[in-house]
């Protein structure tokens, strides 16, 4: 079995497997340990990597990865604003309009796309440069909007207390230790074993799904998928121009603009006791939907 199927596999199996814990047991166990391990492990060290391995390594990718950054930068400033004065106009709770803005914003730049590249014959270099972002995001976006909700907590307490964020802190420290040298092969486990454990996560979105199925489309749900499948890509295209993208460096970019909520909302809706029913009920819908749209796009790109 090829690695591929074989993570295919597993994401079909840890989805049914949580799907069925909820149905049976009103709720998955382990569910708490696993966004704990991963909030804790797997973020982190692969946060650490990406900062201090793979960003020289994809320097020559330099445009995709400026897209995905810059397209964080604007999407959660714009997404954060337009939450507040949405929650105040519809009533959202501070944990409904956190979780609008992440199942909004933060899509799933690996999982889905990766093996939609290798289906069309694409190199993933493009993808995994443009998931830069996704790292970077979730070490220092994350806790601002997600905390946001903590009361009297400042924002320093709330930062302090988010794994990745020491990532971030410690790939900034290593990255000129490893300039020019080999990456130790205890590194690449570790990098290898975080990167594989997050299909765990799929346990989480099977859980989330079945406790929200059926999928509602409520306000909240409804502007996800407005930005995600119409703003989204209309903010890609914008930044992705002006760079010179174009080939398979602007289609890359296309296909990620268009991808669904990450699985990792799920983990981050638990952690912070945000509204995980709009995120898993968001994630249902949009997934078919980003699937025809991104091979749409990319087929006239």
Known sequence: MSTALARLVAAVVLTALGALATRRWGQAPLASAVSRFLIAFSIPVLTWYTVAVSMPRYSQLAGVAAVGIAYMVAGFVLAYAASRRAAARLGWSCGRAAAVVLASVVQNSIFIPVPLALLMGRDVDHVMAYSLSYNLAVAVAVPFVAGSCGGSVGVGRIIARYPPFYGLLAGIAAAPLLAGHAVPPVVELARRIAAE???????????????????????????????????????????????????????????????????????????????????ASSMAISTPIGLLEALALVSIA
């Not at 859980?207 to 749900?221: F, I, K």
């Not at 930005?227 to 295209?237: A, F, K, Q, T, Y």
């Open 197 to 279: 454990s997050t299909l765990l996560s799929f346990y989480l979105v099977g859980a989330g799904v079945a406790a929200a199925w059926p999928p509602r489309l409520g306000s909240g749900e409804a502007a996800v998928l407005a930005w995600r499948h119409l703003l989204s890509p209309l903010i890609h295209v914008l930044l992705a121009v002006p760079l010179g993208l174009e080939g398979w460096g602007l289609e890359s970019v296309l296909l990620e603009s268009v991808m669904p909520p990450a699985t990792m909302n799920i983990v981050f809706a638990r952690y912070y006791g945000l509204d995980e029913r709009l995120v």
